[in-house]
């Protein structure tokens, strides 16, 4: 919603794509509101229980963790008397009435229906179990977040809504796509100023023509377009008041270019003539054709005996007379079309509404002062309450939510050890243990990172076979490029026991991995070039002796048969297959105890993984 009229489409050209490190460490207010509605028939179409709060759960902790932010949500107030008409007009426009002999008493302050307003409080309820901040508007979300953002106190502020350009927003996200390089589509003010010479007042002047939230309709027959170019045609500082004059027919321009046209249309006797040089019928320059008939004109540059050349088609002239001609007649054609448009203007009743022209100028939508500052700050979850809250409205299992909340725990973790590395243990229970390798997902790195827990819950009935895996070599940098579901669940922290401890497996910033744990990103990084150093020196040792035998004369005169040269990935299956068979014979004879000390954790239930780390 917001201004009509496709507005975000003129904007869109000056839209940035910034990455998923533009927000980190940044404040940012988010229009609940949006994120409630935005999906909401994509999220209706998976049949999960209480849309909105898996959507608002999975969202605050990929905002908070994943992209590093500090989001201060707003929630709406009571709606002004002008939103209430503009929604109980829309209501009986999509139901197929005709609206425009319908009464609306004044004063009329229609709620929103009591479903919404139940989904907003059971969302306000999750947000202060995360600890997340939240303010109430004194009337419309986008407006408090506007302010915020005008004021300096928020850096961005997402919403959907157009018309938060018009309240003063400096930077507006538009879109987060969290499962791309380029996750968030920003507009900044700065762009359009310079792209399109609009500042606010401008913006508000065209939403006043083609309609927005507290008015549908605009002025009849002004589109975006040609609201656009109007308003282009004025400074910032005087749009306005010219709106207010051209309602009431004292434009001073609008006098102006009327007396012009009553003088040129109405006293054609009265106004000078003007005399306009007689052109050539063949070649289309100043002459007579009897004249470039005996010599050729100046204009085509031929000889004298070969004469002027036909012009061409759709030809013009570029005399100084035509020149002249054509842009007064460019000029005579924008006038009339100034004019229809003041017209149009003068014949809306109660144009401009000095209301909404207030209201978008208004810098007080919040219960604070600009001089006091924003009082606000960000706790730690209440993890208890809120898996018992999850457990009542989304019957998730308590084990599930504990462990889909830990990247945001270790995201608070990590930032208390990089001011004060006095707290040893992530949720009381794990330890960093170390860091694993380097990842690479949509272009942008991070690290893996290895937590132990501290009290052993496995005991002596499950043994894994990690210990054998750890032993093989891993990739140092792992590259993933996936696609999660469009309710924004991210990928779950990795579950790993081995030797009867619990190991969980996250992906962190680098950043914040540096400034906790200085001493161990050296030791990684320290580590990483040894290993990349006895590589080197293994692959020097492997191409000497390939040169080696290279040198000898037999291999010279060896040729290999075409099927040992293709070899037949047929074969080294079937062999591969031996070798595994004799393999689990080996152990079959060995005896069924060690089979019994170690069983596959892949065979486990994820469920039952779950419920011994977690629970």
């Not at 004025?234 to 027919?249: A, K, M, P, R, T």
């Not at 106004?271 to 004109?297: L, V």
Request: hydrophobic residues 35%; contains cysteine; aromatic residues 8%.
């Amino acid at each position: 919603m917001g201004v009509g009229g496709k507005f975000w489409d003129l904007l869109k050209p000056y839209a940035r794509h910034e990455g998923p490190d533009f927000l980190r460490e940044k404040r940012v207010a988010v229009d609940l509101s949006y994120w409630i509605v935005q999906h909401e028939t994509a999220i209706k179409a998976t049949h999960v229980r209480k849309p909105h709060l898996r959507l608002i759960f999975f969202r605050t902790i990929n905002l908070f963790s994943k992209f590093g932010a500090l989001p201060v949500f707003v929630v709406d107030g009571t709606p002004s008397p002008l939103k209430s008409k503009a929604r109980i007009a829309r209501f009986f426009r999509f139901s197929g009435v005709d609206v425009s002999g319908l009464p609306v008493a004044e004063g009329v302050s229609a709620e929103r229906n009591k479903t919404f307003l139940k989904c907003v409080q059971e969302c306000v309820e999750l947000l202060e179990l995360f600890g997340m901040p939240v303010l109430k508007a004194n009337g419309e979300a986008e407006a408090l977040c506007a302010q915020l953002n005008a004021e300096g106190l928020v850096d961005a502020c997402i919403t959907a809504d157009s018309d938060a350009f018009l309240f003063g927003a400096k930077c507006v996200i538009k879109c987060v796509k969290p499962n791309t390089k380029e996750p968030f589509e920003c507009y900044h003010i700065s762009d359009v100023e310079a792209g399109l010479g609009l500042k606010r007042k401008h913006l508000i002047a065209i939403s006043l023509l083609v309609g927005n939230d507290h008015d549908l309709n605009g002025v009849q027959g002004i589109g975006l377009e040609k609201a656009l170019r109007f308003v282009q045609s004025f400074s910032e500082d005087e749009i306005l008041n010219q709106l207010h004059e051209i309602s009431n027919g004292n434009s001073p321009s609008l006098q102006i270019v009327s007396k012009v046209v009553d003088e040129i249309i109405l006293c054609p006797d009265e106004s000078p003539a003007r005399s306009k040089t007689s052109h050539c019928s063949f070649c289309g320059h100043p002459g007579s054709k009897r004249a470039h008939f005996k010599s050729s004109c100046e204009y085509c540059g031929t000889s004298t005996s070969q004469g002027c050349t036909r012009k061409a088609e759709g030809f013009k002239c570029n005399c100084s007379s035509c020149n002249k001609d054509r842009k007064e007649k460019e000029q005579q054609k924008h006038e009339n079309w100034h004019i229809k448009v003041c017209n149009k203007i003068s014949t809306e009743p109660n144009f401009p509404n000095d209301d909404i022209i207030r209201m978008y100028l208004c810098n007080k939508h919040g219960n604070f002062t600009a001089g006091d500052g924003l009082c606000v700050s960000w706790r730690c979850p209440d993890t208890e309450i809120l898996v018992d809250f999850l457990d009542f409205h989304q019957h998730w299992e308590p084990s599930y939510v504990r462990q889909r909340m830990l990247p945001m725990l270790s995201t608070i973790y990590l930032r208390e050890m990089a001011v004060k590395p006095e707290k040893t243990m992530l949720y009381g229970q794990y330890v960093f243990d170390s860091i694993q390798r380097v990842k690479i997902r949509y272009g942008y790195q991070s690290y893996v990172i290895r937590w132990r827990k501290v009290t052993s819950t496995a005991g002596s009935i499950v043994r894994t076979n990690s210990v054998e895996e750890s032993d093989k070599p891993q990739e140092e940098i792992v590259e993933i490029d996936e696609f999660i579901d469009h309710l924004d669940e991210d990928t779950a922290p990795q579950i790993h026991i081995d030797d009867e401890c619990c190991f969980l497996l996250t992906d962190e910033n680098m950043e914040l991995i540096r400034g906790a744990f200085p001493e161990e990103v050296e030791r990684f990084w320290h580590e990483k070039e040894l290993k990349a150093s006895k590589r080197r020196k293994g692959s020097g040792f492997k191409n000497e002796g390939s040169s080696e035998k290279s040198e000898s004369p037999k291999s010279k005169r060896v040729q290999l048969r075409l099927t040992e040269f293709y070899r037949s990935a047929k074969v080294a299956a079937i062999h591969a297959k031996q070798g595994d068979l004799a393999n689990n014979s080996e152990n079959q004879e060995d005896g069924p105890s060690k089979g019994k000390n170690k069983v596959s954790s892949s065979n486990l239930p994820k469920s039952v993984r779950r419920r011994l780390l977690f629970e």
